[in-house]
């Protein structure tokens, strides 16, 4: 079997999108190998069909971190058989591009946001400069990248005059109802649900509003699943505002785990604001996993999802990030069972559309065109 060596800088226990893309590899007839990193806080990985490396690192962030991850990173890809090097984002990408120059190897990018413009760099030129500077250097040579989404790829297009594939971050179908019921999952049965998932809970992405939010909410639980920058700062801020019985934090659950709590709410929350320029063109797997999962979405007036929310009617768009804003459209969306029912039918709908099988074919594509 030929191979193909999978890279990305987390620790691969909730990103769905590089797992879809092993399984499509496997599927092709590649022998895969996933490497990832392995922090103090990282849950156990579930068995998967193909092989995974977690490496464990002196450092955790910051420069250090990034530079040994590349080293290890290029050392073990060096020493591998030559096959696919399949790089997720532009902090692993230049020790696949180094591997590529000494081996040949065929390569191909996939940039899952619009990367220099994350808001972690623009508050510093200096590390902002070094990153845009690593992309100007490698990203023009490539020949077979991809991107998430039509709006980003049109950034990529304008700066490089490069064309990049599309393949969405959307997920396959799950099962069509939950196997756990609210009680066995710890939730009331009494009260409307509304969630806030994610792995990337940060500042900037419409939390701190939605906890505050929750003081004009009533008979309503809001869960917090995931982990994020920003949770320490929701979790003292429900505690100051007296939210603790109407606010739940959950940890972050392996991906059908926390599914089971999106299928027993009754809206999902996307809320990315747009204060940068990777936001405005964000596309979140939230989004798609509250459609599957046929749970009607309150999302940002951003360009991306707007056109989803709007054009399959699962749901509704906030005007701006005031909490009592946010409040009135969360109230108003949950208090017609009616109307409810209607964005739950168009979500199961739109999910017929909105899967991998669609944008696998993208994917094998792009695979196809490298050659094994």
């Known amino acids: 079997m030929q191979r193909a060596y999978v890279s990305v800088i987390n620790d691969l226990s909730t990103d769905q999108r590089v797992h879809r893309t092993c399984i499509t590899l496997q599927k092709m007839g590649y022998n ?13 990985l579930n068995k998967r069909p193909y092989d995974c490396k977690r490496m464990t690192l002196l450092f955790s962030k910051g420069p250090l971190f990034y530079f040994f991850y590349n080293v290890r990173l290029f050392f073990l890809l060096l020493f591998k058989k030559r096959g696919l090097l399949f790089s997720n984002d532009l902090d692993t990408l ?10 040949g190897s065929p390569i ?20 902002k400069g070094i990153w845009t500077s690593l992309e100007k250097m490698i990203v023009p040579k490539l020949k077979n990248i991809i991107t998430v989404n039509h ?42 649900i509304v969630i806030l998932q994610g792995s990337g809970i940060n500042i900037q992405r419409g939390a701190e509003e939605v906890v505050e939010a929750m003081q004009y909410i009533e008979n309503t639980l809001l869960l917090i699943i995931g982990g994020g920058d920003v949770i320490n700062t929701l979790k003292k801020n429900c505690t100051v505002l007296k939210l603790d019985d109407k606010i739940k934090f959950i940890p972050k659950k392996p991906y059908q785990e926390l599914l089971q709590y999106t299928h027993n709410s009754d809206l999902g929350l996307t809320l990315d ?31 991306e999802v707007k056109n989803i929310i709007t054009h399959y009617n699962v ?36 999910a017929m559309e909105l899967n991998w099988d669609t944008e696998e074919k993208t994917l094998i594509a792009v695979i196809n065109k490298v050659g094994k």
Request: aromatic share 8%.
């Open 108 to 127: 191909i990018y996939d940039s899952h946001e619009f990367f220099t413009e994350v808001p972690e760099l623009q508050n510093s030129p200096l590390k």
């Open 94 to 103: 230049l020790a696949n591009y180094l591997v590529t120059k000494i081996k």
């Open 32 to 44: 895969v190998l996933l490497i990832g990193r392995k922090l103090s806080t990282s849950i156990p």
């Open 273 to 303: 604001k747009d204060t940068n320029i990777n936001y405005r063109y964000s596309l979140p797997n939230k989004l798609f996993d509250y459609i599957h999962c046929h749970t009607p979405v309150l999302g940002s007036n951003l360009v």
């Open 151 to 192: 709006s980003i790829a049109g950034l990529y297009k304008k700066k490089y005059g490069l064309g990049f594939s599309v393949v969405k971050n959307i997920p396959l179908l799950p099962p069509l109802s939950p196997s756990k019921t609210r009680a066995e999952l710890g939730l009331p049965t009494d009260k409307k």
């Open 315 to 350: 749901g509704e768009i906030i005007n701006s990030h005031d909490p009592k804003h946010i409040a009135e459209k969360i109230n108003f969306m949950l208090a017609d069972e009616s109307r409810l029912k209607t964005w739950r039918q168009n979500c199961e709908k739109a």
